[in-house]
């Protein structure tokens, strides 16, 4: 709401301004660029004469992004000054980027507002502008991919933006935006182009350019992606590798299984060999008599006969 009623108040007093044409506030220049560190005149012009310009009018700057008002510091920081009986002079010295925006001149007369027509001030640094491609994730179903190019250090009103695809030279459309919600925020460039999904699979590089201060800078997008039809050769490569990983995966488990199944079996048996007592005693005995036993082939009565002696 704050935003509006500004709004509204400096358009009621604009229009008021060129309905009474017995007093008539105009600003020069209209646009005018400074550096950071820098210093510009800005000239506030009445059609009756003024006595002095600190009680003649006050300086106002008005924030593009959040629409809010504030005075300007015309004691310590900034100077005004009269350059003639029907012009003020307001300097503004040590400018920041902060600094930029839509500076106003208000008077009072006849117990009416009046507001000039105003004057844009654009405070920019030395750095060269950068430009950077987004582009939003291609759906399959969907019938274009969307592009933005952000240009960042330069206000819109002194970038032109273009596209280029191959030959052709695209437009597309820009806006402007702001780096963050605080009043140091600063306004750069949005571009926005859509192109077909065909176009955006057969293109290997999209080109992004800005024209500012003589200069032109550009940046590109590389679309080195793979073709639909290799994509597609990659896909079913990729499935058949996924499965012989698999089948590859179950053999190595089934043969560890086993070898385990092998090793507890292996353990068991040498656990029996360890627990299992040796014998001793009678049972040995029996068997040593039994292997002092004498064994005789043929006939063993034939044999006994032989073994006994005669009793001649």
Known sequence: MGTWMHCWTLCSCFL?????????????????????????????????TVDHCFSAAV????????????????????????????????TLKNLTKKD???????????????????????????????????????ESDSPSVSLQCLVTGRVPSQVRVFWMIGEKVYSGWTESAWTDNTDSATEF??????????????????????????KNISTTLMRSGPKPEIFSLLVYAGCVAALL??????LMSVGLYRDMLLTKKSRRLT???????????KPNTLREEGSSVLCFSGDPISQRQEVVPSKQ
């Open 16 to 48: 008021a301004s060129h309905t009474t044409h017995s007093f008539i506030v105009t600003q020069s220049p209209g646009l005018t660029h400074v550096s950071v560190g820098g210093s510009v005149e800005l000239r506030c012009i009445f059609e009756q």
């Open 245 to 250: 990983t698999i089948l590859l995966t179950l």
């Open 271 to 281: 656990r029996k060999d360890a627990h299992r007592k040796p014998s001793y005693g």
């Open 59 to 90: 300086w106002e700057r008005l924030n593009l992004r959040t629409g809010k008002l504030t005075p300007v510091d015309t004691i310590h920081q900034n100077s005004v000054r009269q350059n003639t009986d029907k012009t003020c002079v307001l």
């Open 189 to 214: 460039t949005r571009a926005h182009l859509s192109v077909s999904a065909e176009e955006w699979h057969d293109v290997d590089e999209i080109h992004c350019f800005a024209e500012y201060d003589g």
């Open 100 to 138: 930029s925006g839509m500076y106003y001149c208000i008077s009072q007369y006849s117990k009416m507002v009046m507001i000039g027509n105003g004057t844009r001030v654009i405070v920019t640094d030395q750095s060269e502008a950068e430009l950077s491609i987004f582009f939003s994730a291609h």
